[in-house]
């Protein structure tokens, strides 16, 4: 099929293109870019070298034999081009992820809260109207978050995938009735997802659109078998206190020695999936987009869930390197359980990938061979929820420096460190 894939230079959408397109499917890829103007604005790169999108779609060319499209385009500022570019394009299916994905970005400063919303719900509706004022039939798949649901959902019942059952009592008795399952937003960012999902159910009653909307955890890990086929096609890996992902900071800390950042307790528990599941969860969702008249299908895309100080202690127990506990910049509960409903996926073929030493090796491998890019100053998260809550500013100094003696080996450097006087040095 072609499949138009929204933000796919992002840290989901561009091992999403590479994945779909190594299948034998027809990808375009639109996107503005913003990406790499917001690591601009914040002073701060990717962990890893990201090539300009030019160089990374010559080089996936070269390497498989088969074109990635690319249209430069900004979804929340140009619907009449993204309408009359539609008809041209043709797509079977178009993969939504040109939001603005970071929480702590979103809640920054009154600017980015209001970027973050202009961006994300103009994006979104644009594509909705565009979709149905062009006539295309393609099936639609968003990338939303866990973040939907909150994170005050305490006992053992499970999330439940999207949608909940509840009884309305009325004159004549108890009607039942399926309902999105509440939302409760946690931030910013948070909250344009929860208003995704309502447009979704409304064009799809209303204009018969098929859409699949999938509630992801974190994402973590690098590479995917694709992006991993050559240096210049390689995935972010994002460790700056806005857009790091905690088991992703946890790793690059350790790399460089820098202690643990643990925000408030660490009893948050977070639903986790690794980059290589998150890529075929998608493929699963096109090859089965609800009919034309359904409401949106809800899939929890997690894989297994862990609490923030218990993924401390694990990476600390393999690096040695120490974690220190800062205040938590969010508002949110010092603990809370997650038990995540993911039966779609699992029925209709997802093999989980889950965390283990050996996928954790291959991390500290990348965070290890680039610590080096590495800016210290970014890694403390400086975003708060709201005005005069406690930051990190004043542990800064407390926390020690990172040094050579500190940054813990990778098991690739302990190897060569073993080895003969005549094997070739790592370049």
């Keep these: 099929m072609h499949v138009l894939i929204l933000g796919g230079d992002g840290f989901c959408g561009w091992p999403t293109a590479l994945y779909l397109s190594d299948r034998g499917h027809d990808v375009t890829i639109l996107d503005n870019l913003s990406r790499r103007a917001i690591d601009l604005e914040l002073e701060v790169e990717s962990l890893t070298p990201i090539r300009p999108l030019g160089e990374r779609l010559r080089v996936w060319r070269r390497v498989s034999g088969r074109e990635i499209g690319f249209v430069r385009l900004d979804l929340a500022a140009e619907p009449e081009r993204l309408t009359a570019l539609l008809p041209t394009l043709r797509p079977d299916a178009v993969v939504h992820f040109a939001e603005q994905r970071a929480a702590p970005y979103s809640m920054r400063s009154t600017t980015t809260k209001r970027y973050t919303v202009d961006n994300n719900v103009r994006a979104t509706h644009n594509l909705l109207s565009a979709l149905v004022q062009s006539g295309s039939h393609a099936a639609l798949v968003h990338l939303g978050t866990m973040g939907v649901y909150g994170y005050g959902w305490s006992g053992s019942a499970p999330i439940p995938e999207g949608y909940l059952t509840v009884r309305v009592p009325t004159p004549d008795g ?15 960012y948070h909250l344009t997802k929860t208003l995704d999902q309502l447009m979704f159910a409304f064009y799809a009653a209303n204009d018969g659109m098929r859409i699949t909307d999938l509630h992801q955890g974190i994402v973590w890990g690098t590479q995917t078998a694709q992006t991993a086929r050559d240096e210049r096609l390689i995935n972010r890996f994002d460790y700056d206190g806005d857009y790091g992902t905690v088991l992703n900071r946890f790793l690059m800390q350790a790399a460089i020695g820098h202690p643990l950042t643990v925000h408030g307790s660490g009893g948050q528990t977070r639903a986790f999936i690794h980059v290589r599941d998150m890529v075929r969860c998608i493929e699963i969702a096109l090859e089965n987009p609800p009919a034309a008249g359904d409401k949106p299908k ?10 923030v100080r218990d993924l401390a202690k ?41 965390l283990d030493e050996g996928l954790l090796e291959e991390c500290r491998e990348i965070a290890g061979r680039y610590r080096s890019r590495v800016d210290p100053s ?38 060569a460190s073993s080895a003969s006087v005549q094997t070739a040095p790592r370049r």
């Design 174 to 188: 108890e009607v039942e009735r399926e309902i999105l399952h509440p939302a409760s937003p946690g931030s910013v």
């Design 314 to 354: 694990l990476v600390s127990s393999l690096t040695g390197v120490p974690t220190a506990y800062l205040p938590n910049p969010r508002q949110e509960a010092d603990e809370n359980e997650l038990n995540v409903r993911n039966d779609q996926f699992l029925a209709l073929g997802l093999n989980p990938t889950t």
């Design 378 to 415: 970014k890694i403390i998260a400086r975003s708060v929820w709201r005005a005069g809550m406690e930051t990190a500013e004043d542990l800064l100094e407390e926390l020690p420096e990172p040094s050579p003696v500190q940054a813990t080996p990778t098991a690739a450097e302990t190897s």
């Design 298 to 307: 809800v899939f929890n895309q997690v894989t297994e869930s862990h609490r």
